[in-house]
T-cell receptor
Framework: GNSVTQMEGPVTLSEEAFLTINCTYTATGYPSLFWYVQYPGEGLQLLLKATKADDKGSNKGFEATYRKETTSFHLEKGSVQVSDSAVYFC??????????????FGKGTLLTVNP | KAGVTQTPRYLIKTRGQQVTLSCSPI?????VSWYQQTPGQGLQFLFEYFSETQRNKGNFPGRFSGRQFSNSRSEMNVSTLELGDSALYLC??????????????FGNGTRLTVT
């Protein structure tokens, strides 16, 4: 079956530091890949996505590239801010199942950014 | 445009009782999905509805059920509650114009506590 593995947290960084959160996946078909972010007390928000190999998703300074050869979709940001503190989830949807709306999520990585 | 609305925000129930959670999707969205979020298991897919039909179901026991109404609003029901059902239940809606690129929009969830 499908699975997503992302790096264990928590991750604590100082403001303006470089961020990488690793994510690898296992899927039977050709999945779309996503990063979602969850702020305290809220639901999940889509941060970025990539639908095919070598696509780069980007939003709010965050980037991730769909690497089929390494089955990875690592999240990066060059300079984090305190407001980026949240839980980040890597997820995939498997097109072969016929529906885009069954997402498989990683366990989540808690990021704390200190001023 | 109003986001995905879930009611109630918090619920406390006793083992053996049943509970109904409600979700109003973004206006015009026809697909509604439900996810369970727990510290141990993370985010797990429950089911997805489109035009009042269940299209996809996760690996949950039959105590978990749902439905969608003609106005796309959705409810999920959990019968014979167990302590392990304590979780944040998230609803997400999607436009479904292009099923592989329409993002999921999540509500803030209903926090269910079973005592």
């Amino acid at each position: 079956g499908n699975s997503v593995t992302q790096m264990e947290g928590p991750v604590t960084l100082s403001e303006e530091a470089f961020l990488t959160i690793n994510c690898t996946y296992t899927a039977t078909g050709y999945p779309s890949l996503f990063w979602y972010v969850q702020y305290p007390g809220e639901g999940l928000q889509l941060l970025l996505k990539a639908t095919k190999a070598d696509d780069k998703g980007s939003n709010k300074g965050f980037e991730a590239t769909y690497r089929k050869e390494t089955t990875s979709f690592h999240l990066e940001k060059g300079s984090v801010q305190v407001s980026d503190s949240a839980v980040y989830f890597c997820a995939l949807s498997d097109r072969s199942g016929g529906s885009n709306y069954k997402l498989t999520f990683g366990k989540g990585t808690l990021l704390t950014v200190n001023p | 445009k109003a986001g995905v609305t879930q009611t109630p925000r918090y619920l406390i129930k006793t083992r053996g009782q049943q509970v109904t959670l409600s979700c109003s999707p973004i206006s015009g969205h026809r697909s509604v999905s439900w996810y369970q979020q727990t510290p141990g298991q993370g985010l797990q897919f429950l089911f997805e509805y489109f035009s009042e039909t269940q299209r996809n179901k996760g690996n949950f026991p039959g105590r978990f059920s749902g439905r969608q109404f003609s106005n796309s609003r959705s409810e999920m029901n959990v019968s014979t509650l167990e302590l392990g059902d304590s979780a944040l239940y998230l609803c997400a809606s999607s436009l479904l114009g292009d099923r592989h690129n329409s993002p999921l929009h999540f509500g803030n969830g209903t926090r269910l506590t079973v005592t």
